[in-house]
């Protein structure tokens, strides 16, 4: 807090100096003054950019205070149950998207935080899905998805076919990843990531 008083006092003094400053010297324009108001004016970008830095960093640490750190991401999780593409939208307005773990580390951790946060017997949407080409799963980015943790010695996930295009994690499963109708309304986890 009182980084950003401190930075909103230089701010503010920096454009107050700005304005005493002359223009003009006898009709003529003097270099030094110009230089010096271009630098005044390259600090204030750089200060504001720093700022805005600053800004997002404590919102990142909110998130993950409220959430979880896995990998250099944070989790935030949303028992409200919700469509697969409401969810999504949900998690890109509040600046991330919904999870995709990457490897089964992450998967690991992610399905505990669940089991604490969501409840024992849920499943979340995941960041993926085979929209676009049944059996090509991507994420959110559209990019393909390598590490896979599908449901495979019971059910054989994904099963779903055409009807089946978006996928959960299952707490009930062992973190086990299922695919379903994009239309059900399941609890989320959305993904941010740490600059």
Known sequence: MLKHMTLCCLILLVRYSLQQI???RNGKKDGGNTAAIEELKKQIKNITEDLRLLKERQAL????LKGTKIHGKCFLADDTKKSYHAASEDCINKGG???TPLM???NDQLYDYVRR???PEEQVWLGINDILTE?????QNGATVHYKNWETEITHQ?????FQNCAVL???ANGKWFDESCRAERASICEFNII
Not at 61 to 64: A, D, H, K, L, N
Not at 135 to 139: H, R, V
Not at 158 to 162: E, H, I, L, V
């Open 104 to 106: 089964g580390d992450e």
């Open 170 to 172: 299952s707490t009930t």
């Open 22 to 24: 002359p223009n003009k």
């Open 117 to 119: 946060s969501v409840g």
């Open 61 to 64: 640490q909110t998130v993950c």
């Open 97 to 99: 998207i919904l999870c």
């Open 158 to 162: 994904p099963d779903g076919g055409r």
């Open 135 to 139: 059996g090509s799963w991507l994420d």
